[in-house]
């Protein structure tokens, strides 16, 4: 008789074929086989890609670059990208990071400019126009409006004797073989180049201007690079009434409501001037418990603060914060005094992380 294999399901019993684990077996050789056909195709697609790119760093004329970062670095005006379809999304990239990088950008749109949005460009302006064909007719249509404002209107295309680089004032010829399409019909290869190229001219512009982190961070204020370089300890301090405070002469049993209450795990110990005198965190509280038992409910916070807390000035940045609280010991909270050592604030690590440090 033949034998059967048992397979359980879902608490139901299937009686199987004995060839059911064979079977099985040569289904997943044959994906297997599959995806490993298909992982080739991609890693030659890539490697295509690869030797698309190649073609254009060989072939680009680095004194034309040279001239049109210049030309962009003079500008007293606004510099405007413009572009159709998928050459339109890559003007709009290059155009968000020119403005984070310091230099005055807006994206044109062609349409929208043909029916008003043209009032926007003035004579000290320059209009970059991207086609890949260099014969996109809403931007034939747009150069002689651009040009009638008075602005200075560079084209931007993969085709040297096209109607873009003949009306324009200046071309930039990207050099492109072909698309990795199949067809050589989707802009997959010349958008690339596109970006590339427009990205890395506005880095040359970044470098131009000598931009400081400092001014890039003003750029990027809510970023993490940007709070790191312009968020400062008063703006995420705790103060007033929402500050754990107390006094040396308070007795222990008094405070301990006020510890827990407040949240921040410590009790800033200030004298009759609120100048810090000391801190008392919950961790020292358990320290405390075995030394002094049952007393400890008899002990003025003077006997058990620590009188040489870490503490940052008020003007100190944010991040100098989260720096000193990591120093080892790490601690989870810092007074923030002024010059006088009056209390002002205080910093919480939880507080910095809540603001994106």
Do not use: W
């Amino acid at each position: 008789m033949m034998s059967m294999d048992v397979v359980p399901v879902a608490e139901k019993t299937i009686i199987t074929s004995p060839n059911f684990a064979a079977k099985r077996l040569g289904e997943y050789t044959r994906d297997k086989l599959e995806t490993n056909q298909g992982m080739l195709k991609l890693r030659q697609l890539f490697a295509e890609q690869k030797r698309y790119l190649d073609y254009f760093f060989d072939h680009i004329d680095y004194s034309q670059l040279q001239n049109f970062t210049q030309l962009l670095l003079e500008c007293k005006g606004v510099i405007f990208f413009s572009g159709i379809g998928k050459s339109g999304f890559i003007a709009q990239k290059i155009c968000q990071t020119l403005v984070s990088t310091g230099t005055k950008s807006v994206f044109l749109s062609p349409t929208n400019a043909l029916h008003g949005d043209i009032g926007i460009v003035g004579p000290k302006d320059i209009v970059v126009v991207f086609s890949k064909s260099g014969a996109t007719e809403e931007l034939l249509k747009l150069v002689p409006c651009v040009r009638a404002k008075g602005a200075y209107i560079v084209g931007v295309s993969s085709h040297n004797e096209s109607m873009v680089a003949e009306f324009c004032d200046m071309h930039v010829y990207l050099p492109l073989e072909r698309e990795l399409c199949p067809f050589d019909l989707a802009p997959v290869t010349s958008t690339a180049i596109q970006m590339l190229f427009g990205d890395t001219v506005a880095i040359a512009l970044m470098q131009a201007k000598n931009l400081t982190r400092e001014e890039y961070a003003m750029n990027h204020p809510a970023g993490r690079i940007g709070k790191r370089l312009t968020l400062r300890v008063q703006d995420v301090m705790k103060k007033g009434a929402d500050l754990p405070i107390c006094r040396e002469s308070d007795l222990m049993i008094e405070q301990l409501v006020e510890l827990s209450a407040r949240g921040c795990g410590c009790l800033l110990v200030v004298d009759s001037a609120k100048r810090l005198v000391g801190t008392f965190t919950d961790g020292d509280l358990r320290r405390s418990l075995h030394p002094f038992a049952e007393t400890i409910f008899k002990v003025t916070v003077r006997e058990l603060c620590n009188r040489s807390p870490r503490t940052i000035l008020v003007d100190a940045m944010a991040s100098e914060a989260m720096t000193r609280m990591e120093q080892q010991p790490v601690v989870e909270f810092l007074p923030i005094v002024n010059h006088a050592n009056i209390l002002v604030g205080l910093v919480t690590l939880r507080g910095l992380v809540a603001a994106g440090l």
